[in-house]
């Protein structure tokens, strides 16, 4: 069954692990980030990133499973595993994977026109231009298709106003995806349009938001009389949601997705960020104790539950035993084991989580981290919207009503802040 | 289970979904609640006759798998037991017939093999201990050696299907404190076993003491020591892969069950499958079942590769097991309601078998303190 224009896999990986021993600086632990580096560091970082991503498109492992001809690889999935495996040990350009690579490259792949994509996904994989996702809407929580922000079309021109929320690191990126409502007197989701917009421009002011472990990566914009080329439309004029359907698909699948490097062993849809519950375990002084030990055996089996759960139900999608839907039942799942994984950390930690000399600073951030547990099961869309995914389109059960279907957009009641 | 089979093992599978659904209807396993033995030896040669004790064991030696995996081809049979909550020594005889397949002497292959295989003899492995020694691992059953025999005392419980063996496979020390294990005749003077009580309605447990039983030097099974230690550890992998499959199929029958219910109860003129309440609860239920059958298959193709991971797997494989397979089916019972609470109802077969597996074979708390030794074992090679 093999295609013989496409490079066999063993060949594949014996060229790229000569080329990455030869090219790729080896990994360096001092590099992963602790969420609390100054605005300098921060953009010294996505520099390094971009040359990483540079690297990796001069030798020809870029964009593995996208097509040769806008500057990918025009590879396989099975490629783009191997290059996940390879890549262990080697940095990579961690920063510009997601929401870049998938879904907004993904995205632009699939609907873009040939001049879309000859413009900007070579641009993706030589690290020039780094995009975000503007889709959520301080009025909206996870309805994107209830978007506000307007674009009226004026000759040529769209003129763009209103306010999108939760991009992260809008303030170093380049580009956004951005989804906009051009048509107010037709039922929600056949009023909008997906627009390519260039982040730092006039007319858009990049508001920074603190959470609650002191990251300012997320960003609220807003924009004000913002003109753009119709040339900048991806998809046709209040077709929108067909592009934000795909658009969403890709980023429930953020998990199982072969658009983008995850280094193997990282865990799919697993924090990488977590600290391993052994060593925090052993930081606390907590292996001696058999209710510590038993909650490092409980997180390990929750990890590995989560990683296995996600390759498997990845695979079902990927051979059509399942349908898109089923890309929630992931969700649901690291959603869910990612904040047991919080907590038990949380409790590992003890008393040092809450009150903790400069000795115990990591035992101290699980506390913070463990204020922020629901974000995994909030961002990338409530894990609820997963739960309503799987029961109504996965398992067929009987949909919710709802009062936004069948009426004009600007007669769907909505929340009293962006009335 | 595995989502690619082939189509030797789907016919496997649905071969023994068929004689389990025909032999063992719930009101059947209703109706032998009482019965001190629980299945029938007919019934057992039967599925003999199917394949279900010759998959661990190589063709020279008289067995034979379906795929070439073994393991994994057991544990389509395991679901099944899970789906039907069957009866019969499905964990216990097989771990039993794989370990004189991987152990022992021509002489004990060429006497027991034969009939292990063809489920005329049934063997019961003697493992788990009563307190004191009844955390996982814990042994404390002697085998004293005396003018080349050896003189066994100790109590050995829950011994599975014990009230049917024909042989046992004793698990004790030696006098060096090593692992060593021996293959005794159920009828061998000082064995005795008195059945226990339990929760599960088609599956036996019996008390086995042994008391000074002399058995001579060629009932002792492989090599004692650590030889011994590694063989009990495939016996155990051997056990916990099936009981995982067997819970992942507890699951399955349960929301099947569940689906319908939800899907055909109404009440306020809706029926329960419209509540978002119950849809979410649902969806997570659903999860939990493709992520109860991703650990199992992993743990069981670890297990089949015998690769240094397997321990790990298996134990994972009980902690995560061990929790949502109960919860999950606990959710099941809550969705029926009250009906859900009753002997009738088929619901409670399902759980009872899941929470039989949920702490046979180690708990999850024993299971989950292993995992954390093995994963400082790990760093300390890796170091």
């Keep these: 069954m093999a295609d013989p224009d496409v490079e066999d896999l063993d060949s594949f990986r014996h060229r790229l692990r000569g080329w990455l021993k030869d090219n790729m600086p080896p990994a360096d632990p001092r590099l992963v980030s602790n969420g609390n580096s100054s605005d300098e560091e921060e953009l010294a970082e996505i520099a390094r990133n971009r040359k990483l991503q540079r690297l990796l498109f001069d030798g020809g492992f870029a964009g593995i499973i996208f097509p040769k001809e806008y500057g990918g690889a025009g590879l396989t999935p099975a490629h783009q595993e191997v290059l996940n495996e390879e890549i262990v040990g080697y940095q990579y350009p961690s920063r510009i994977q997601v929401p870049t690579f998938s879904p907004c490259a993904a995205v632009i792949n699939d609907f873009g026109t040939d001049e879309q994509k000859r413009t900007h996904l070579p641009a993706i994989f030589k ?134 490097i995850r280094p193997a062993g990282s865990m799919r849809g697993v924090n990488p960020r977590a600290p391993a519950p052994l060593t925090v375990a052993r930081q606390a002084g907590r292996l001696d104790d058999p209710a510590g030990r038993q909650l490092v055996g409980e997180a390990h089996a929750l990890k590995l539950a989560g990683q296995e759960a996600s390759a498997r139900i990845g695979h079902a999608i990927g051979a059509k035993r399942f349908n898109d839907q089923a890309a929630g039942l992931s969700r649901i799942i690291t959603g869910v084991i990612n904040a047991q994984l919080a907590t038990i950390n949380l409790k590992l930690a003890g008393v040092s989580a809450v009150a903790w000399d400069d000795a115990d600073e990591g035992l101290g951030e699980l506390g913070v981290e463990f204020l922020m547990r629901q974000t995994r099961q909030i961002s990338g869309g409530t ?33 009293a802040s962006s009335r | 289970m595995q989502l690619e089979l082939t189509a030797e093992q789907v016919f496997f599978a649905e071969t023994t979904r068929k004689f389990l659904t025909d032999t063992c209807p719930t009101s059947r396993l209703r109706e032998r609640r009482d019965d001190p033995a629980g299945f029938d030896r007919d019934f057992w040669r039967q599925g003999a006759d199917l394949g279900w004790t010759s998959l661990l064991v190589s063709e020279e030696d008289g067995g034979g798998s379906v795929s070439g995996q073994g393991v994994v081809d057991l544990t389509l049979v395991a679901f099944e037991f899970g789906r039907q909550a069957a009866p019969g020594p499905l964990t216990t005889a097989n771990v039993v017939t794989a370990a004189v397949a991987r152990a022992g002497t021509a002489e004990q292959k060429a006497e027991l093999l034969p009939d292990l295989l063809a489920g005329v003899r049934i063997g019961s492995w003697a493992y788990a201990e009563p307190r004191p020694a009844d955390r996982l691992g814990a042994v404390g059953l002697r085998a004293t050696r005396r003018h080349g025999e050896y003189v066994l005392n100790g109590r050995k419980a829950p011994a599975e299907s014990a009230g049917m063996a024909d042989l046992f496979l004793v698990t004790a020390i030696d006098d060096d404190g090593g692992l060593i294990q021996f293959l005794v005749p159920a009828g061998t003077a000082g064995v005795a076993v008195h059945p226990m009580h339990t929760l599960d309605v088609a599956r036996r447990f019996g008390h086995v003491v042994f008391d000074d039983v002399t058995v001579p030097a060629s009932a002792v099974l492989g090599d004692p020591g650590p030889a011994g230690a590694a063989d009990v550890e495939r016996q155990l992998q051997i056990a916990l892969v099936i009981q995982l499959a067997e819970m992942v199929g507890t699951m399955d029958r349960g929301l099947e069950l569940t689906t319908d219910w939800l899907f055909n109860r109404y009440s306020f003129g809706r029926p329960l499958a419209s509540y978002q309440a119950l849809k979410h609860r649902f969806a997570d239920m659903r999860a939990w079942l493709e992520a109860g059958h991703a650990v199992a298959d992993a743990a069981a193709q670890h297990v089949q590769d015998a690769s240094d991971r397997a321990g790990e797997y298996v134990s994972a494989g009980k902690s995560f097991l061990g929790v949502y397979a109960l919860e999950v089916l606990q959710e099941c019972v809550q969705f029926h309601g009250g009906i859900g609470v009753t002997f009738e109802h088929d619901l409670h077969l399902y759980l009872r078998r899941a929470v039989l597996d949920s702490q046979l074979y180690g708990t999850i708390a024993d299971h989950r303190e292993r995992l954390t030794s093995i994963l400082e074992g790990r760093e300390h090679s890796d170091g």
Aim: with cysteine; net charge negative; charged share 25%.
């Design chain 1, 383 to 415: 894990i609820e919207m997963s739960r309503n995914g799987v029961s109504e389109k996965f398992l067929g059960m009987p949909r919710e009503a709802r009062r936004d279907n069948d009426v004009a957009f600007r007669d769907v009641p909505r929340s």
């Design chain 1, 127 to 260: 690290g020039e231009e780094i995009w975000m996702q503007f889709l959520s809407e301080p009025g909206g929580g996870s309805d994107v298709a209830g978007a506000q922000t307007g674009a009226v079309r004026d000759g040529d021109e769209w003129v763009l106003n209103g306010s999108k929320i939760w991009t992260t690191g809008a303030w170093w990126s380049d580009w956004g995806l951005c989804l906009a409502r051009t048509n107010w007197d037709v039922p929600k989701h056949r009023g909008l349009s997906v627009f390519m917009l260039r982040i730092h421009q006039p007319g858009i002011e990049v508001n920074r938001i603190e959470m609650l472990n002191g990251s300012r990566e997320f960003c609220q914009e807003f924009m004000t009389d913002v003109r753009l080329p119709d040339s900048d439309r991806i998809g046709e004029v209040d077709a929108g949601w067909t592009v934000g359907t795909r658009w969403m698909y890709h980023e429930k699948s953020l998990g199982i997705s072969y658009h983008f």
